[in-house]
T-cell receptor, first 112, second 116 residues
Framework: DQQVKQNSPSLSVQEGRISILNCDYT??????FLWYKKYPAEGPTFLIS???IKDKNEDGRFTVFLNKSAKHLSLHIVPSQPGDSAVYFC???????????WGAGTKLIIKP | GAGVSQSPSNKVTEKGKDVELRCDPI?????LYWYRQSLGQGLEFLIY????????KSGLPSDRFSAERTGGSVSTLTIQRTQQEDSAVYLC??????????????FGSGTRLTVV
């Protein structure tokens, strides 16, 4: 069963506007969430993370929001830039001794 | 090295042949993971190694797949009698310890395997 779900395979956003990528999870025991970004022909790279004790974490143009009651997190990119075009993976962890559980990814396309 | 190195970057093989994919993790990283990404799909976990513990092979899709990690460093993923459905990008990642949430995963650039 998919414990981490990214239901949108792709998303197209105008340059300069806000991009919102969504991720849902089923296991309420997850205690840490991460977003990775992947360009073609490269491995995923870490983008931003959030602990389950917080509901928001911000890093420059990137903000991750966590809604524990809804088991939902989202990544906001403001403003969107052409270099943000990539596949974004959501991942979750049960505890410090457990590997990450990955979503299927969302392909973000930023239109000029 | 500075990053996770994978070789070859591309591999085309005939159906039925065996292939070996190599991963050289970051020095000092005790945890090593193999994933694959088929066209249009997400990251599919294959296997991980953590220190001297027995590897978690729960993600290997069939007994044609096997992996080794020698000396707690370099890992080789072997696919025997390749099939067309094995075509994918095979990604290796390493981290300081098993807890990827706290230590972060560093991925290699992957090996694109095409079985013809």
């Amino acid at each position: 069963d998919q414990q981490v779900k990214q239901n949108s395979p792709s998303l197209s956003v105008q340059e300069g506007r806000i991009s919102i990528l969504n991720c849902d999870y089923t296991n309420s025991m997850f205690d840490y969430f991460l977003w990775y970004k992947k360009y073609p022909a490269e491995g995923p790279t870490f983008l931003i993370s959030i602990s389950s004790i917080k509901d928001k974490n911000e890093d420059g143009r990137f903000t991750v929001f966590l809604n524990k009651s809804a088991k939902h997190l989202s990544l906001h990119i403001v403003p969107s830039q052409p270099g943000d075009s990539a596949v974004y993976f959501c991942a979750a962890s049960l505890d410090s001794n457990y590997q990450l559980i990955w979503g299927a990814g969302t392909k973000l396309i930023i239109k000029p | 090295g500075a990053g996770v190195s994978q070789s070859p970057s591309n591999k085309v093989t005939e159906k039925g042949k065996d292939v070996e994919l190599r991963c050289d993790p970051i020095s000092g990283h005790t945890a090593l993971y193999w994933y694959r990404q088929s066209l249009g799909q997400g990251l599919e976990f294959l296997i991980y190694f953590q220190g001297n513990s027995a590897p978690d092979k729960s993600g290997l899709p069939s007994d044609r797949f096997s992996a080794e990690r020698t000396g707690g460093s370099v890992s080789t993923l072997t696919i025997q009698r390749t099939q067309q459905e094995d075509s994918a990008v095979y990604l290796c990642a390493s981290s300081l310890a098993l807890g990827g949430a706290y230590y972060g995963y560093t991925f290699g650039s992957g090996t694109r395997l095409t079985v013809v």
